[in-house]
């Protein structure tokens, strides 16, 4: 989590850069990258992580001369990650009803290696079974460390939306964990 000091400096960098100062704007993807990638990954977006981090910063090196330093500057970037990944879900969601449409076929495929994966579940399988709102707010809270306060700014919701999608998703992952093999379904069994 950065300090209130290291926000001011990233603050300064973005209005550096929006005055021309390409090094400025380095900073800042050197400080960042890593982190947002972090985000995404953990979101849910694997195969797309690295192009997605790179739409976040074009849109934060678009919006460098408007952007005001109201909140702290990891807020601020994970905003417009966040939209940035939301985008990313629409454009994804579109893609596969035309998939779908196209192929019902595929559909009863996917069915049968859900069951299989559902077997050998981790922890990247846990997020990927949360809504993106959820999985949002657990990837922001718990991995990207950012306060309650910090990660509502960054989802457009109250802070108690937040702590209670955080709950649910918690809730939801602790029962996936503490269900017998058995209970299950696998539709090899």
Do not use: C
């Not at 953990?42 to 919006?63: C, M, N, P, W």
């Not at 940035?84 to 454009?91: I, S």
């Not at 998939?99 to 050998?120: I, N, V, Y």
């Amino acid at each position: 989590m950065s300090t209130d000091e290291e926000s001011a400096q990233e603050w300064q960098w973005l209005a550096a850069a929006a005055r021309g100062e390409d090094h400025s704007f380095r900073m800042l993807v050197e400080r960042y990258q890593r982190r947002l990638l972090n985000f995404f990954l953990r979101s849910g977006a694997k195969d797309h992580a690295e192009d997605l981090v790179q739409e976040t910063f074009i849109r934060i090196y678009r919006h460098r001369a408007r952007a005001r330093p109201t909140a702290r500057f990891t807020t601020y970037a994970h905003t417009l990650a966040y939209h940035v990944f939301l985008d990313h879900v629409r454009r994804q969601t579109r893609r596969l009803h035309l998939l779908k449409r196209a192929a019902p076929e595929m559909e009863q495929t996917d069915h049968a290696s859900a069951g299989r994966a559902s077997a050998r579940m981790d922890a990247e399988r846990l997020l990927a079974s949360l809504t993106p709102e959820m999985r949002s707010a657990v990837v922001l809270i718990i991995y990207q460390g950012l306060s309650y306060d910090e990660a509502a700014t960054a989802l457009g919701v109250p802070a108690g939306t937040v702590k209670s999608r955080v709950f649910n998703a918690l809730q939801r992952m602790r029962a996936m964990l503490e269900e017998p093999q058995g209970d299950r379904h696998d539709p090899e069994a």
